[in-house]
């Protein structure tokens, strides 16, 4: 294949496999995905991305589009085709007045965390600061301010999309009402997204942070945290997870490399009310270990940034699940008390709040009413244990799936399927394959959780 003629219209920089820098180039972040492209073009700009388009349509080349890398099945690469990396377009234009960011599609959550955090403001979205803007808000978006904001596509004013045709759209809910709406939760399936216009909300400091108790206690605090979540106001958000407790700083050596419980909180409202707010937590079972603090935005969002660096192996599995039965409940401490490595974890997101605000059809994504999303992350940065926590993390999904619901949040998904995504989109899925055949007919764009054309 010759990439001459793309490599004369574009401006960034186009690599192929007899460059130095080619194997650092085709890296992302699980290092258990090891993809060869035939090139990848880091893209300076809108036009960059629309040549590349083009040419893998004109040359009928595999297209994979790269944001933050992070995507955990590795749909942000490919084997031999053309990889267009949007990590060089990083422009953040801040509207203070109007509280509105636009934002390029290469930013991390980091990235967009610090320059709305130097006016007050934020966006919505992950746990980890590396992650992507482009792959978190295009697959939903959760995190720390999902009850208080709602998801990060709940935020999406519009966004700049350039199609499988080369042309450049503006979509939001007046100019292409129906691919703003498919954005929202469908993934990559309908173009490149190369900027994103969201609304920022004022919040800068949070009183948040992990608590553990012993794993012993795990059932009566996964027992109390679902009634607890149930009652409290929007302002207070947690999320679940067994964990191994990581050695250092600023845990205590009593606890380095201890299997654990543990719900790490975010309050966002107001510092008068912070003690009352945790004070019934506290005193249900006193955690042996409480780090609720005051935090910036920002610092909260790269908590656990350490803990997992780019360049590990990674298998992941979700679920979503309704009730925490007693069995339900049974199921997950078994495998908390089997936890593989130390950087191995399961995460309960709550999906309630503000998500249960927005009507299920109102956007792609469709799961509004469930109650919980589950991960099951299976992690380790040496490759020889790469099977051992792909077992761990399969088996774990097995077990857990006659408490689950069909489908998963497709940003927590491996390759899994057309019928797994079919029921990721439930009652949605018809008009995402609609909007699919008018935007992309050939499916050029398939390297992704697929909705096929018809």
Known sequence: MNFES???????????????????????YNAMIDKHPAAILFCEDEEDVKNGVLFAKENKLDLAIRGGGHNGAGLGTCDAGLVLDMSPMKQIEIDVDNKRARIGGGCTLGEVDKATHEHGLMVPGGIISTTGIAGLTLGGGIGYFTRKLGLTIDNLLGARVVLASGKIVNCNAIQYPDLFWAIRGGGGNFGVVVEFTFKLSPISIVHAGPMFWALEDAKEVMQFFDKFTKETDNDLYGFFAFLVVPPGDPFPEHLHHKKVCGIVWN???????????????????????????????????????????AGYQWYWKAHYVNELSDACIDANIGYGETLPSLHSTTHFYPIDGKVHQVAAEETAWVNRNTRWVQVIVGVDPEPINKEKVTHWCRSYYDAMT???????????????????IRSSYRENYDKLVQVKTEYDPDNLFHINQNIKPS
């Not at 506290?282 to 042996?288: G, M």
């Not at 940003?411 to 019928?419: A, C, H, L, T, V």
């Open 6 to 28: 793309l490599n004369q219209k574009c401006r960034g920089q186009l690599i192929l496999p007899d460059n130095p820098q080619y194997d650092e180039a085709r890296k992302v």
């Open 267 to 309: 309050y966002t409202g107001p510092a008068d009310k912070v003690e009352e707010v945790y004070r019934p937590i506290r005193e249900f079972k006193k955690p042996i270990f409480d780090l609720i603090m005051e935090i910036s935005v920002p610092d909260l969002n790269s908590l656990f940034d350490d803990l997992y660096p």
């Open 402 to 420: 006659p408490f689950a619901i069909k489908g998963a949040y497709v940003n927590f998904m491996m390759k899994e399927g057309e019928e797994h």
